[in-house]
């Protein structure tokens, strides 16, 4: 119960805990091997609330996220104003370092803001809400850190940035 086994899929957590409790009977039960997602949905749902996630967020899947950027975009209406701006798709292309980077803001914002209106999170955020809570909440992180002695990552080199922040905020100084 004090090991936290984070794999990529949950085929190689499932594998994980079957394997310990070979070896180990009952106790390699008491293992926690998740995915970062699984592990970041149990955190959220415990904790989020500390950073505005409500207990029952849902979880948009890549066909949920991709429905609302799409909502988002049409609500920008970002063509037509670069339609009505007389801006052709080259000349959007050319000036596209700026104008992609004011757009792709907007979109963030509009995207996150339609996210927490629905009281969901898509994968990526839960990674980012539970880096966010560890990092904004030391008692949150601490309780954390005491619980888990032990956090052990499959193809640790395979970390996103995000994957890593997450497991240096959960194991702590030592």
Same mark, same amino acid.
């Given at each position: 119960y004090r090991i936290l086994a984070i794999t990529f899929t949950n085929k190689a $957590?499932?594998?994980?805990? @079957?394997?310990?409790? =070979?070896m180990l009977g009952q106790a390699g039960?008491? %293992? @926690? $091997?998740?995915?970062?997602?699984? =592990?970041? %949905? !149990? +955190?959220? &749902? !415990?904790?989020?609330?500390? %950073?505005? +996630?409500?207990?029952?967020?849902t979880i948009y899947d890549t066909d949920d996220a991709q429905r609302a950027m799409k909502e988002v975009y049409r609500a920008l209406n970002a063509i037509g104003r670069l339609k009505d701006r007389m801006v052709s798709? #080259?000349? =959007? $292309?050319?000036? /596209? =370092?700026?104008? !992609? #980077? @004011?757009l792709v803001a907007k979109v963030y914002s509009a995207y996150e803001a339609r996210l927490q209106s629905a009281g969901a999170l898509d994968f #990526?955020?839960?990674?980012?809400?539970?880096?966010?809570?560890?990092?904004?909440? /030391?008692? %949150? &992180?601490?309780?954390?850190? !005491?619980r888990f002695r032990y956090v052990l990552v499959d193809e640790y080199q395979d970390t996103s940035v995000a994957q890593f922040e997450l497991v240096r905020l959960l194991t702590g100084p030592e």
């Amino acid at each position: 119960y004090r090991i936290l086994a984070i794999t990529f899929t949950n085929k190689a $957590a499932g594998e994980l805990k @079957n394997r310990l409790s =070979a070896m180990l009977g009952q106790a390699g039960q008491d %293992v @926690n $091997a998740s995915t970062f997602h699984s =592990a970041c %949905v !149990r +955190i959220l &749902r !415990r904790d989020g609330e500390h %950073v505005g +996630i409500p207990k029952s967020f849902t979880i948009y899947d890549t066909d949920d996220a991709q429905r609302a950027m799409k909502e988002v975009y049409r609500a920008l209406n970002a063509i037509g104003r670069l339609k009505d701006r007389m801006v052709s798709p #080259d000349m =959007a $292309a050319q000036s /596209a =370092a700026s104008t !992609r #980077d @004011n757009l792709v803001a907007k979109v963030y914002s509009a995207y996150e803001a339609r996210l927490q209106s629905a009281g969901a999170l898509d994968f #990526d955020g839960l990674i980012y809400q539970t880096v966010r809570l560890l990092s904004e909440h /030391a008692d %949150v &992180r601490e309780d954390y850190q !005491r619980r888990f002695r032990y956090v052990l990552v499959d193809e640790y080199q395979d970390t996103s940035v995000a994957q890593f922040e997450l497991v240096r905020l959960l194991t702590g100084p030592e």
